[in-house]
């Protein structure tokens, strides 16, 4: 993977460099600060930026949401020395898809990279192939198909690109058919509308209509489809509002790929 490093403190960058070439990794180019990195980062399109969280005068996280916006498929993993679960969460939320921890300890920096990179290959696998949203998928139903679901077929609502490639290759792997992808909580339910499918992944934290304010239109539009939200925060707010507007459970981020097959083999399992 291209690798960019973000960090304030030129030792830690050296031992990030050498934990990352020492993987097999190339780091392309490192900033002490924020400055000139997003010009970069839409330049030259590495893979991977790690991030520092605490840089004087410059706050990780508000860098981290311009990534998003900007270079919305490069995995962003957050260096930071704060233990507070509230913090991963929120910069989860915002589009982190790894973290690292100060004082380094190789062995989880290595884990966290080879997570990572695992999961690069299978939004690469998800990019392979177009949305399946064609003639056979969106024909318009008979009346005695009205408003039932299309079996195994699914829908991604989240604004993360790299999410949303990461979900349909992960469903895919399991024979889940992706029908529709949307960025937002207003063109999720347009989607919805149109596809009735039997899975939407939701994400919670999306700029405009939230997910938990687009969950009841969702689940009026196709009463038969199974939502899963999709979050950082999993606190006990989050979770009852999503059970109480119709969800029937959720994804933590970061995207783990092995949790969300199993669930998904569980949820909406192949017939024999």
Same mark, same amino acid.
């Given at each position: 993977m $291209?690798?960019?490093?973000?960090?304030?403190?030129?030792?830690? !960058?050296?031992? %990030?460099?050498?934990?990352?070439?020492?993987?097999? *990794?190339?780091?392309?180019?490192e900033?002490?600060?924020?400055?000139?990195l997003?010009?970069?980062? &839409?330049? *030259? *399109?590495?893979?991977?930026?790690?991030?520092?969280? /605490?840089?004087?005068?410059?706050d990780? =996280?508000?860098?981290?949401?311009?990534?998003?916006?900007? @270079?919305?498929?490069?995995?962003?993993?957050?260096?930071?020395?704060?233990?507070? +679960?509230?913090?991963k969460? *929120?910069?989860?939320?915002?589009g982190?898809?790894?973290?690292?921890?100060?004082?380094?300890?190789?062995?989880?920096?290595?884990?966290?990279?080879? @997570?990572?990179?695992?999961?690069? /290959?299978?939004?690469a696998?998800?990019?392979?192939?177009?949305?399946?949203?064609d003639?056979? @998928? %969106?024909?318009?139903?008979?009346?005695?198909?009205?408003?039932?679901?299309?079996? !195994? +077929? #699914?829908v991604?609502?989240?604004?993360?690109?790299?999410? !949303?490639? %990461?979900?349909?290759?992960?469903?895919? #792997?399991?024979?889940?058919?992706?029908?529709?992808?949307? @960025?937002?909580?207003?063109?999720?339910?347009e989607?919805?509308? $149109? &596809? %009735?499918?039997?899975?939407?992944?939701?994400?919670?934290?999306?700029?405009?209509? +939230?997910?938990?304010?687009?969950?009841?239109h969702?689940?009026?539009?196709?009463?038969? &489809?199974?939502?899963?939200?999709?979050?950082?925060?999993?606190?006990? &707010?989050?979770?009852?509002?999503?059970? #109480?507007?119709?969800?029937?459970?959720?994804?933590l981020?970061?995207? !783990?790929?092995? $949790?969300?097959?199993?669930?998904?083999? $569980? =949820?909406?399992?192949?017939?024999p």
């Open positions: $291209k690798i960019v490093i973000v960090d304030d403190d030129k030792a830690m !960058r050296g031992l %990030l460099r050498a934990l990352c070439e020492g993987e097999g *990794h190339e780091v392309v180019v900033f002490g600060n924020g400055v000139g997003l010009d970069y980062v &839409t330049a *030259h *399109h590495p893979d991977v930026v790690c991030l520092d969280f /605490n840089m004087p005068g410059e990780g =996280l508000e860098l981290l949401v311009q990534l998003n916006l900007m @270079a919305n498929e490069v995995d962003v993993i957050m260096i930071s020395g704060s233990e507070n +679960t509230d913090l969460g *929120h910069a989860a939320d915002m982190a898809t790894g973290f690292i921890h100060k004082p380094f300890d190789q062995a989880a920096i290595i884990a966290e990279l080879k @997570a990572i990179e695992g999961t690069r /290959n299978i939004a696998k998800g990019a392979e192939t177009p949305v399946a949203q003639q056979e @998928a %969106l024909k318009v139903q008979t009346p005695d198909q009205a408003n039932t679901v299309r079996p !195994r +077929t #699914a991604i609502v989240d604004d993360s690109g790299s999410i !949303r490639l %990461l979900l349909k290759g992960i469903l895919e #792997a399991v024979g889940i058919k992706v029908i529709g992808l949307a @960025a937002n909580g207003k063109e999720g339910i989607v919805v509308k $149109k &596809t %009735l499918p039997a899975l939407v992944c939701l994400d919670v934290d999306m700029p405009g209509m +939230t997910g938990i304010e687009a969950l009841p969702v689940c009026a539009s196709s009463p038969e &489809t199974k939502v899963v939200m999709i979050t950082g925060n999993a606190s006990r &707010t989050i979770v009852q509002a999503a059970v #109480a507007g119709g969800a029937i459970g959720y994804f981020k970061p995207i !783990r790929p092995a $949790k969300v097959e199993e669930f998904m083999k $569980k =949820l909406l399992p192949q017939q």
